[in-house]
Every structure is written in structure tokens, then in C-alpha cells.
């Protein structure tokens, strides 16, 4: 791998490694659907005009499209989960993505898969389990924000593949927020709650920081690095995702204490990112 292949899978790692709990600090000061309706569309304001300057490009509208829905579905789902869970809990969950590509990928045939893959995903939903049966232990209202955050990993396996199809860059990129954005916002203004006045500090410095660098600069990033790289490769991110997210939980979350177990599957789940990756 180049460089800046590696530089490009580090930066996704590090920024949607500290999103988690980012969006847990933006949704304790402003209404959850509100505060994802002003994520991205923010997102899409910073876009807009660099890829009105950006050379023009043939797009596939109907994949865009689609894969922007996914999107909106993926992220409504990730932010009511972390109404129930820590960021780093949910982290952990999306340790589950690349089995559900694997099973994917093996009906629609866009990529091979190794045996090592498979072995390697069935580990870290055996992580999976034994969180799902801590936070099923200390309240069904956190075991209903496990189910929320794998719903949520479902989708954002759908738009990976969907996109791995598609050229990166600005215009592509824009349009993806755009529909993220546009789906998102229809459902927040249905839920029909405002913003809170005057903004609180903490929460709104989240939400700039989720907005330009957890959308604009990081899915750039990714869909720039899915065009170089395999999806497999670029699932294994799931599994880089919970050390960022775990530290910084153990440095700053306050409210959701974790257990043993928790951090038990966590390793157990980390422990698939070694299987998947292993040469022959």
C-alpha cells in the first residue's frame, strides 16, 4: 500500500474513531434528529461551493441517490442507538459490518472473499454477543440501542457498496450529503423540535466538529480511499474504530459506566481484525 493509502485509512480511523463520542456530547445539548439534520447539512453547505468550482462529472443519479438514503437510515439509526449506549459500545458494534459484507458480497458478487474473512467476522460477533449480553443485563434500554447501532451497521454496509461503484470526489461526494441531508431534515422537521437558545458551547462545538470533519473531510477520505482499496479492507476500519472510541470514552464519558464483559467482547471482537487480516 502507498502512503498515502495508509495516511488516508489512519485519518478515517482517527476522526470516525472520536465521532462516537462526539455525537453523544452534541445530542446532550440539542434535540437528537435535530442535531443529525444540522450535521449534515452543514456538511453540505461547506460542499457546495467547492464542487460548484470542481470540473464536471457524469454522475449515476439513482446510485447516488440511493446510497444517500442508506445514509440518512445509517446515521438516524446510529444517533438514536447512542441515546441508550456509549460511543464506544457502538463502536464495538460495528465490528459486525464485515460479516454482513461478507454475506452480502457472496450474493451480489462484486468481491471475492477468503475463508480468513469469514472466520475473522464470526469471532467478532461472538464480541458482539457477549456486549449485547452485558447491556442486555444492565437494561432493556440499552439492549434496544444494540439492536439500533447493527441496524445502523446493515445500512452503511448497503451505501459502502453502492459507492465503492462510484467515482470519488467533490461532486459525487456532494450530492451524497446532499440526499443525507435532505432525508434527514424532512424527518427532523416531522419530529418538529427546535433548537435550543442561546446554543450551548460544548454540544454546538461537537456539531461543527462532526459537520466539517466527521462528514466533509472524513467521507472524502473514505470514498477517495474506497476507490483504492477493496471493501474488505476498508471494513476492517469497524475494527480500528473501538480503540480510538473506548480510549476516549475512558477518558471522558461519564454517564454509561462500562463492565468487564464489556471490555471482554470488545477484545474478543478486536481480536477478528487479527483473522481477517492474516496472510497466508
Do not use: N
Amino acid at each position: 500500500m502507498s502512503r498515502a493509502v495508509v495516511a488516508a485509512y489512519l485519518a478515517c480511523a482517527l476522526i470516525w474513531g472520536t465521532t462516537w463520542f462526539a455525537i453523544r456530547v452534541c445530542i446532550a445539548g440539542y434535540p437528537t434528529l435535530l442535531a443529525l439534520a444540522l450535521r449534515f447539512g452543514l456538511a453540505f453547505v461547506v460542499l457546495l461551493p467547492l464542487a460548484l468550482r470542481a470540473p464536471r462529472v457524469k454522475l449515476a443519479w439513482r446510485p447516488l441517490v440511493f446510497a444517500g438514503l442508506l445514509d440518512a437510515t445509517a446515521y438516524t439509526l446510529v444517533y438514536l442507538g447512542e441515546e441508550r449506549v456509549p460511543g464506544g459500545i457502538a463502536a464495538v458494534l460495528y465490528g459486525t459490518q464485515p460479516l454482513i459484507l461478507a454475506l452480502l458480497l457472496q450474493v451480489v458478487r462484486i468481491e471475492s472473499i477468503a475463508r480468513r474473512h469469514v472466520i475473522g467476522a464470526l469471532i467478532s460477533l461472538a464480541g458482539v454477543g457477549l456486549l449485547f449480553l452485558d447491556r442486555l443485563d444492565v437494561s432493556p434500554y440499552q439492549a434496544v440501542g444494540v439492536v439500533l447501532v447493527i441496524g445502523s451497521c446493515v445500512a452503511a454496509t448497503g451505501y459502502s457498496m453502492v459507492m465503492k461503484r462510484q467515482p470519488s470526489g467533490l461532486v459525487p461526494t456532494t450530492v451524497f450529503i446532499g440526499v443525507t441531508a435532505l432525508a434527514i431534515g424532512v424527518v427532523a422537521a416531522i419530529d418538529g423540535r427546535a433548537p435550543p437558545w442561546p446554543p450551548p458551547l460544548a454540544p454546538t462545538l461537537a456539531l461543527v466538529y462532526l459537520a466539517v470533519i466527521g462528514s466533509v473531510v472524513a467521507f472524502l477520505t473514505y470514498f477517495w480511499l474506497l476507490d483504492r482499496t477493496s471493501l474488505l479492507v476498508t471494513s476492517t476500519l469497524v475494527f480500528v474504530f473501538p480503540l480510538v472510541a473506548l480510549v476516549t470514552d475512558a477518558l471522558f464519558e461519564r454517564a454509561i459506566a462500562l463492565g468487564p464483559r464489556a471490555y471482554l467482547g470488545a477484545a474478543v471482537t478486536l481480536a477478528g481484525l487479527a483473522v481477517s487480516l492474516k496472510r497466508r
